[in-house]
Nanobody, 121 residues
Framework: QVQLVESGGGLVQAGGSLTLSCAASGAIVSIHSMGWYHQAPGKQRDLVATFTSDGNTNYGDSVKGRFTLSRDDAKNTVYLQMNSLKPEDTGVYYC???????????????WGRGTQVTVSS
């Protein structure tokens, strides 16, 4: 089993910055992809940024140029630096990874519990 623990959410004024962290722990053989998704109130969960299994980094259109995803492989941790925050960035940010665990040949998708980000206007 893999656990994802998110941190760094909070309340910030428009134009401000926050950094989110997501640490994966447990019986991990390898992490194939890892990133962040955003769910605004009453909306579906959308991609913010993710490292993909083929070595790329994908960003959602609404955050390109404002958010930066980085990683520390030694710690199985990804960071989301969020700059120039807008009220529409408000919502719950969920971390997701696809990881392989011992004794299986496939990857499994895991989600964190989410961290709240509120951007005031």
């Amino acid at each position: 089993q893999v656990q994802l623990v998110e941190s760094g959410g909070g309340l910030v004024q428009a134009g401000g910055s926050l950094t989110l962290s997501c640490a994966a722990s447990g019986a991990i053989v390898s992490i194939h992809s890892m990133g962040w998704y955003h769910q605004a109130p009453g909306k579906q969960r959308d991609l913010v940024a993710t490292f993909t299994s083929d070595g790329n980094t994908n960003y959602g259109d609404s955050v390109k140029g404002r958010f930066t995803l980085s990683r520390d492989d030694a710690k199985n941790t990804v960071y989301l630096q969020m700059n120039s925050l807008k009220p529409e960035d408000t919502g719950v940010y969920y971390c997701k990874c696809n990881a392989r665990t011992p004794r299986v040949s496939y990857t499994t998708q895991y989600w964190g519990r989410g961290t709240q980000v509120t951007v005031s206007s």
